[in-house]
């Protein structure tokens, strides 16, 4: 799968476009630490990726690099967020404000990164009366409405696996187009709506496999 530059005229691929973002947050830390000019060696180290998969990645956005001296850290952590959209203003919702609705309501990364929380909702009319984060938790049912006011477009779906579905169909019908989503469970979208799943289970899965083949070639 590809993906489209901001500019409209290149074709990203996804697997360099799940990487911006790590780039990015490599970036940041360079310059939390005063530097200002780093070698792809160095960024890639950063990020964790090899240099020659950084230097491939980076040609899809243009030529940000000078040979022999290397990435001014500021512009190109600019022209990164400029591509991934971190330099506008997005709004998004929360649809469960159970525990980890909480977390993530509760989390400081969203404003740095460009992603402003409208909306709390939950179905539970329990939590009518509650706030996270300084934000009022709103019913369900407002959520056509808090979409419409503040041009919704990103979603995030914290509920259990078997509201999941209602609640994208109900979030595509408000006229959100990316939906990311916490439920374990494949999700049922039109074309045009992009979802992104964050399944911790089966990441610790991963995890407990690697755990696995280490003890086994320690034998």
């Given at each position: 799968?590809t993906a489209r530059s901001s500019d409209g005229n290149r074709d990203i691929p996804e ?205």
């Open positions: 799968m697997a360099t476009v799940a990487r911006l973002p790590v780039y990015l947050r490599a970036l940041v830390a360079l310059t939390d630490q005063g530097i200002s000019v780093c070698s792809s060696e160095e960024l890639a180290t950063a990020a964790g990726v090899n240099s020659a998969k950084l230097r491939k990645d980076l040609s899809y956005l243009g030529s940000y690099g000078t040979r022999g001296v290397g990435y001014d850290v500021d512009y190109l952590r600019y022209q990164i967020a400029r591509e991934i959209g971190g330099t506008q203003d997005w709004p998004v919702v929360i649809v469960g404000i159970g525990n980890l609705g909480h977390a993530l309501a509760n989390f400081s990364g969203f404003r740095s990164r460009g992603f402003r929380v409208v909306g709390l909702l939950d179905a539970d009319p329990a939590m009518a009366e509650a706030s996270v984060a300084g934000i009022p938790v709103r019913p369900f049912a407002d959520l056509p409405a808090i979409a419409a006011e503040h041009g919704v477009a990103i979603g995030v779906i914290a509920v259990p696996a078997v509201a999941a579905q209602s609640v994208a169909d109900a979030m595509v019908d408000a006229g959100i187009s990316s939906i990311l989503n916490f439920a374990p469970i494949v999700l049922n979208v039109p074309e045009g709506v992009d979802v992104r799943k964050v399944d911790l289970s089966i990441e610790l899965q991963i995890l407990a496999y690697h755990e696995q083949r280490k003890a086994v070639q320690a034998l």
